[in-house]
T-cell receptor, first 117, second 116 residues
Framework: AQKITQTQPGMFVQEKEAVTLDCTYD???????LFWYKQPSSGEMIFLIY??????QNATEGRYSLNFQKARKSANLVISASQLGDSAMYFC??????????????FGKGNQVVVIP | SQTIHQWPATLVQPVGSPLSLECTVE??????LYWYRQAAGRGLQLLFY??????ISSEVPQNLSASRPQDRQFILSSKKLLLSDSGFYLC???????????????FGAGSRLTVL
């Protein structure tokens, strides 16, 4: 079974600084995907970035980048130049069993980020 | 473009009452559909997923059931709610075909259920 671990306590980040959110995972599947989602106080889940297990390069999407270290089974999210709107819960997730056409995600417990001016 | 709708947004129900949460997707065909639950301050737990009409897989045995009467409609139900059913329920969809593990889930706005 897949397991996602996010253990950092709530974080306060100064506006315009970078923040790194830790995520480690455990799986026996040879092929899998890693995702990060943002959940603001409104509750909606917003997709941020995806990394495939066979991707050679770390994924980047605007101010978001994923530091993927396959051997260490970690997929940390880096948010550069933090903005006040980045204040939210951030969830790391992993696709389940790599079955073609079926993408069940297992989620970690999340990291709370508060950006301060 | 694809959109996903969930309703009701907020629901307060007494213990023992029935439940029906509805989710519909527009702008796509043959989606995979999912129901997740988020307890207060916790991560998301997958409850049900569906790869087609009438095809429902349950991830966690519980007081809830799901149905998919139409291709783009997914319903979460209960005959008798328990206090432990309180939480934030999120519906999501993904494309059916794609690389293993690569399909992004797009979530609805969620339904907040309080059972008293």
């Amino acid at each position: 079974a897949q397991k996602i671990t996010q253990t950092q306590p709530g974080m306060f980040v100064q506006e315009k600084e970078a923040v790194t959110l830790d995520c480690t995972y455990d799986t026996s599947d040879p092929s899998y995907g890693l995702f990060w989602y943002k959940q603001p106080s409104s509750g909606e889940m917003i997709f941020l970035i995806y990394q495939g297990s066979y991707d050679q390069q770390n994924a980047t999407e605007g101010r978001y980048s994923l530091n993927f270290q396959k051997a260490r089974k970690s997929a940390n999210l880096v948010i550069s130049a933090s903005q006040l709107g980045d204040s939210a819960m951030y969830f790391c997730a992993m696709s389940s069993d790599g079955v073609y056409g079926n993408n069940r995600l297992a989620f970690g417990k999340g990291n709370q980020v508060v950006v301060i001016p | 473009s694809q959109t996903i709708h969930q309703w009701p947004a907020t629901l307060v129900q007494p213990v023992g009452s029935p439940l029906s949460l509805e989710c519909t997707v527009e702008g796509t065909s043959n989606p995979n559909l999912y129901w997740y639950r988020q307890a207060a301050g916790r991560g998301l737990q997958l409850l049900f997923y569906s790869v087609g009409i009438g095809q429902i897989s349950s991830e966690v045995p519980q007081n809830l059931s799901a149905s998919r009467p139409q291709d783009r409609q997914f319903i979460l139900s209960s005959k008798k709610l328990l206090l432990s059913d309180s939480g934030f329920y999120l519906c999501a969809w993904s494309v059916r075909q794609g690389l293993p593990g690569a399909n992004v889930l797009t979530f609805g706005a969620g339904s907040r259920l309080t059972v008293l």
